[in-house]
């Protein structure tokens, strides 16, 4: 995994939970005190955070830290549902080319 990988995953789950919990940005920067800028350029993976930043955080948001780095772990059930569907839906596609391709 790539470190901006990586960052992208830090970034999309403090924002899945920032707003799960109902926060602005500016809240959650100011609970976890750090500027606005600097929350939002880690949710846009402009920035890294130290790991006291990130128990900070993971302390606000009310998980523990190593849920932030994991890519699926905070996806509700219906995203997971919908992702799930659209996996099939590219199989079966990819599979009928293939089909196709071999019959000629």
């Keep these: 995994m790539e470190e901006q990988e ?5 970034g999309n789950n403090i924002k899945r939970c920032r707003l799960k919990i109902n926060l602005s940005q500016m809240s959650l920067a100011e609970k976890v005190d750090i500027s606005t800028n600097f929350l939002s350029d880690i949710e846009r993976c402009k920035a890294w955070i ?5 128990v900070k955080l993971a302390a606000v948001l009310n998980i523990e830290p190593y849920e932030l780095f994991k ?3 905070l996806l509700s059930d219906t995203d997971k549902s919908i992702l799930q569907h659209y996996a099939d839906e590219n199989i079966k596609a990819v599979l009928s080319v293939m089909n196709q391709i071999r019959e000629n």
Excluded: E
């Design 71 to 73: 890519a699926d772990a």
């Design 6 to 10: 990586l960052r992208g995953i830090l």
């Design 50 to 54: 130290s790991p006291k930043t990130l």
